[in-house]
């Protein structure tokens, strides 16, 4: 945050009139706030919804105390306050400095109490800006299995803003914010926090007759549990046996990496196998040489492997233990018996407590309005075990839970590694799905970027932890961003907060000028022997109608003799 440099000139440009009171203001929160060249500070009052429409519709506050109280930071220590924060910008001559803390100021705005006090001029007027997003994080593998099945059963979404980091796999769909709106759709589920939702079965395929001998001349002797697995892959081969053991062990031993997948890749590639200090294989930097520079051959080799391991047909073991078919549909109808919170099967913990206290948004729009409650996962953990918030709880993301069918071409992008294998890629270019890549996590982030148009549009008048928040504030047609002479003349000092307007423009000039030449004395050692330090305090206070006493004239006297 700043202070404008030409701040004072701005102010004298039109007639302005910038007091030592004010000086000494910025002065004390330039680290903290923004303050415009005119002399406007930028200040937040954080609220209920219920108050913050009124103040907007109304332009009137009515305080309980003797001033209307900001921060200079629209989250901060008023987090708790509100879930809404009206945003203003006032002149710094009628600020008071109530309180700094570490990163920001409070102010008071001094008010009549109990009365309604006309503060329309500062309200501004909301900015359309875009940060909110649908995710759903996925692999290549589930991908596969949402594109052999007919879409994804029940998925689970995470909304939240664009810069908050979160990831649930390798692959990050950007989903359509219209497919999924509340609003629209009464399906279309969205809470206020990770609701532990309902997951779907397991999927898995059963092994041909012949995988166990495949395998066993294949990986002999490669990996910890490759004899094992062997076992598995013969007795599991029917559907009177099959279970998900054998298809989940086989993908751990290609992706672990101790598995031995990657050292049988890398003898047939000839990839040297790195040897620690100690004389131990070091499996882990192998398994990311071949991840960083051989993954879409890598991935190749896998999915050729699985192929010839495994028959195509997705299955799941129903609630008796019963083999059956994994179709999409038939799974969301499984799974829509525990719709709603708490049904994950997970009890117990933090996690758990704030999912039970999630509410369900009816709308994108009540989602927006409370954007304040999204945190990264460190913070909003951290307020949620302190018990620093009001009513809804703290969190990274809203959980999106449609209770229907999902198609993949309801996703508007995807943000996938640089090393992806083809056929992944296949199966969103078929769609027209918009692709960007990552090399690390930072670079993840930064592809949200690319997707502006999936974003969600809200007012940037409301902020939390950092991140702007939904109002929908009105603007008096005569405000403050009006600087002509006339606006500021309307702007008298019987209004709370008004900007005082000279009553004469000749006489502010000379006030500011006699301003400028008293600076020049402090500046300027010699200037202030020779010269008297004139009385532009006193001569602002007359131009602009402000209370004045016996010691405004006796200091201005002082001064013209040279006594101070």
């Keep these: 945050m700043a202070v404008a440099k030409t701040g004072l000139k701005g102010l004298l440009d039109f007639g302005g009139y910038l007091s030592d009171k004010a000086r000494v203001l910025i002065d004390e929160i330039s680290d903290f706030a923004d ?65 700094l803390f570490d990163g920001e100021a409070h102010l008071k705005l001094p008010a009549k109490r109990n009365k309604p006090n006309d503060i329309s001029p500062f309200i501004q007027e909301p900015v359309d800006v875009k940060d909110l997003m649908f995710l759903h994080g996925t692999s290549p593998e589930k991908l596969g299995l949402f594109n052999d099945i007919g879409g994804l059963p029940m998925p689970s979404m995470a909304v939240t803003q664009k810069d908050i980091p979160f990831s649930w796999g390798d692959i990050d769909l950007i989903g359509k914010p219209e497919n999924f709106n509340p609003a629209t759709n009464s399906l279309n589920d969205l809470y206020s926090a990770d609701a532990y939702t309902v997951r779907g079965k397991e999927p898995f395929k059963i092994p041909n007759k012949d995988a166990w001998e495949k395998f066993s001349n294949e990986f002999e002797g490669f990996g910890e549990n490759s004899a094992y697995l062997t076992h598995k892959l013969a007795n599991s081969s029917s559907k009177v046996d099959a279970n998900p053991e054998a298809y989940r062990m086989m993908d751990d031993f290609f992706n672990h990496r101790a598995g031995g997948g990657y050292k049988k890749f890398a003898k047939e590639n000839g990839i040297e196998i790195p040897i620690g200090e100690d004389g131990r294989q070091r499996l882990v930097d192998l398994k990311y040489n071949i991840l960083d520079n051989y993954g879409e051959d890598y991935s190749r080799w896998v999915n050729s492997k699985m192929d010839s391991y495994f028959k195509p047909e997705n299955y799941y073991l129903n609630d008796k233990n019963k083999i059956k078919l994994y179709d999409a549909d038939e799974m969301t109808r499984l799974m829509k018996k525990s719709r709603g919170k708490g049904t994950e099967g997970v009890t117990g913990g933090e996690g758990y407590e704030r999912a039970m206290e999630a509410s369900k948004f009816k709308s994108l729009s009540q989602a927006k309005q409370n954007k304040g409650l999204l945190f990264e996962k460190k913070i ?27 198609g993949i071409d309801e996703f508007g992008g995807a943000i996938v590694p640089e090393n992806i294998d083809a056929k992944t890629l296949k199966i969103l270019e078929d769609r027209g799905i918009p692709i960007e890549m990552y090399t690390d996590e930072v670079s993840r982030l930064k592809a949200r970027e690319k997707f502006q148009s999936q974003m969600f549009t809200k007012p940037a008048a409301t902020m939390g932890a950092g991140i702007l928040g939904a109002i929908a504030a ?86 013209l003799l040279g006594f101070y």
């Design 35 to 99: 303050v415009d060249e005119n002399g406007l500070v930028s200040v937040f009052h954080r609220t209920s919804k219920s108050n913050a429409d009124k103040i907007r519709k109304s332009g009137n506050f009515t305080p309980k105390e003797d001033g209307i109280f900001f921060s200079t930071k629209p989250d901060g220590q008023t987090s708790g306050y509100g879930d809404e924060v009206v945003e203003l910008k006032i002149p710094a001559d009628k600020l008071e400095l109530d309180d």
């Design 474 to 559: 009105s603007q008096s047609k005569k405000s403050y961003a009006d600087y002509s002479p006339s606006n500021l003349a309307r702007l008298r000092n019987d209004d709370v907060g008004g900007y005082q307007a000279a009553q004469s423009p000749q006489l502010a000039s000379a006030a500011g000028l006699m301003g400028q030449i008293n600076e020049r004395g402090v500046d300027d050692p010699l200037m202030g022997m020779v010269s008297p330090r004139l009385p532009s305090e006193l001569m602002n206070k007359i131009v602009y109608n402000d209370k004045r006493g016996v010691a405004d004239y006796l200091k201005a006297a002082a001064g």
């Design 380 to 406: 909003a953990d951290q307020k949620y075990s302190e018990m620093n918030y009001q009513d809804l709880p703290p969190t990274s993301y809203f959980e999106s839970k449609p209770a229907r069918t999902v």
